[in-house]
């Protein structure tokens, strides 16, 4: 199956095309559409918000669809678990609806700059909210590899840190973070975004220094406005939730993480659909979805190393660590929109742009590989870099 395109039809539908764009998007299997189909053309109760039977229905099934993805994701229980429009929301949830708890003494927000924006504005919004309270937001760096700096995160960690805000896989430099490597002060809470490495690295929530967690279930072969946020239950507590907000009801209750986060009328077909994306991994395996990922990144980085001009921006892939898939590079001497118009045309498609960071990134060009992709599609990629830094 891996290095398959058979299970995608957008991809068995255009047969030719090289799609290298999976930090942004991933195309859904035939499972996933396959749930989402009979979920729309089942019966059409709203989950918990009748005592009908239709109603009853829906509401199993969207509570069997949490456990599924709470077990995917190594988390205890499935009350740690709640679903989210995407990991933009599930962000904004946690500042919005956790953050004024844990800072309502003050404290310091550290984050890097140089994060996916989604990860870091809601952040520094409750920073400039609370300010009069106390409330700092404070930076870290990353180096030029994209890895966290860990002399420079020890520099501004302290005794008023309170939430350590970080990413586990780079959506530009691809690098993992490690948790353990930081010193994180004991008594600071860390909220960890793994929209690039679920689906592609195992995630084990119970037992990672992470106590906060959001996922984009877009990324991870899900539909698209699917996502989860992942709040420990130690810290259900600091939870605010609306009892004015349209809920379903008291019978519906699980806990105050799904109080807050799922208001108003549930996504039982987005839930069911991203169910169904987790058990498609699990039925390959995310150890041997990594691995092959590994041995992609592996040949893009040898490849490109005899391509005069191009220069990777993160880390070289290696046997010796699990790679996420995600290479970003420069040509010397194009703009990054020109390259990926070139590649475009060769019927490749990457990212390029600002890549939702602060700052330039305008020669900046990314290739993100999935389990779909196979070494011709490498091939391909180095081909068209080459043509493209023959140009210069």
């Known amino acids: 199956m891996l290095g398959s395109r058979r299970h995608f039809p957008s991809l068995t539908a255009e047969p030719e095309l090289v799609y290298l764009d999976a930090a942004s998007g991933t195309p859904c299997p035939d499972p996933v559409i396959a749930q989402l189909t009979a979920e729309l053309r089942g019966p059409a109760g709203n989950p918990g918000r009748g005592g009908h039977p239709w109603a009853r229905d829906a509401?199993?099934?969207f509570e069997v669809a949490r456990a599924s993805v709470a077990a995917f994701l190594g988390a205890s229980s499935p009350d740690e678990v709640a679903f989210t429009r995407g990991a933009t929301g599930a962000m904004a949830f946690l500042a919005d609806r956790w953050g004024p708890g844990a800072l309502a003494d003050g404290g310091d927000i550290l984050y890097c700059p140089g994060d996916h924006l989604s990860s870091v504005r809601p952040w520094l919004r409750l920073a400039e909210r609370m300010r009069h309270q106390g409330v700092r937001a404070v930076a870290y760096r990353r180096d030029r590899l994209g890895r966290i700096d860990p002399d420079d995160f020890a520099r501004v960690a302290s005794g008023r840190t309170k939430v350590v805000v970080?990413?586990?896989?780079?959506?530009?430099?691809?690098?993992?973070?490690?948790?353990?490597?930081?010193?994180?002060?004991p008594a600071a809470t860390v909220c960890l975004d793994c929209s690039q490495s679920a689906g592609r690295l195992p995630l084990r929530l119970a037992e990672s220094r992470a106590e906060l967690a959001v996922v984009s279930g877009h990324k991870m072969f899900g539909p698209p406005g699917t996502g989860t946020v992942y709040v420990r239950r130690s810290q259900h507590h600091r939870i605010a939730v609306d009892r004015a907000a349209g809920r379903s009801g008291p019978a519906r209750h699980v806990s105050p993480l799904t109080d807050a986060a799922e208001e108003g009328s549930l996504d039982g077909a987005g839930a069911a659909a991203l169910a169904s994306a987790a058990a498609f991994i699990d039925g390959i395996?995310?150890?041997?979805?990594?691995?092959?990922?590994?041995?992609?990144?592996?040949?893009?980085?040898?490849?490109?190393?005899?391509?005069?001009?191009?220069?990777?921006?993160?880390?070289?892939?290696?046997?010796?660590?699990?790679?996420?898939?995600?290479?970003?590079?420069?040509?010397?001497?194009?703009?990054g929109a020109?390259?990926?118009?070139?590649?475009?045309?060769?019927?490749?498609?990457?990212r390029a742009g600002d890549h939702c960071l602060e700052g330039p990134r305008d020669d900046v060009v990314r290739a993100s590989f999935h389990l779909y992709n196979d070494e011709n599609d490498v091939d391909r990629l180095l081909q068209g870099l080459a043509a493209a830094a023959e140009r210069d």
Not at 170 to 185: C, F, K, M, V, W
Not at 290 to 302: D, F, K
Not at 338 to 350: S, T
């Open 338 to 350: 020109d390259v990926a118009f070139a590649l475009e045309q060769r019927g490749i498609y990457v």
């Open 59 to 61: 509401l199993r099934r």
């Open 285 to 335: 395996g995310l150890e041997r979805v990594g691995g092959h990922l590994t041995g992609l990144a592996a040949r893009v980085t040898e490849g490109a190393a005899r391509i005069g001009g191009v220069t990777l921006l993160g880390p070289p892939a290696g046997a010796d660590r699990p790679h996420s898939g995600i290479a970003a590079f420069t040509v010397d001497g194009q703009a």
């Open 166 to 185: 970080a990413t586990d896989v780079h959506n530009l430099h691809g690098t993992r973070t490690d948790l353990d490597t930081l010193a994180i002060p």
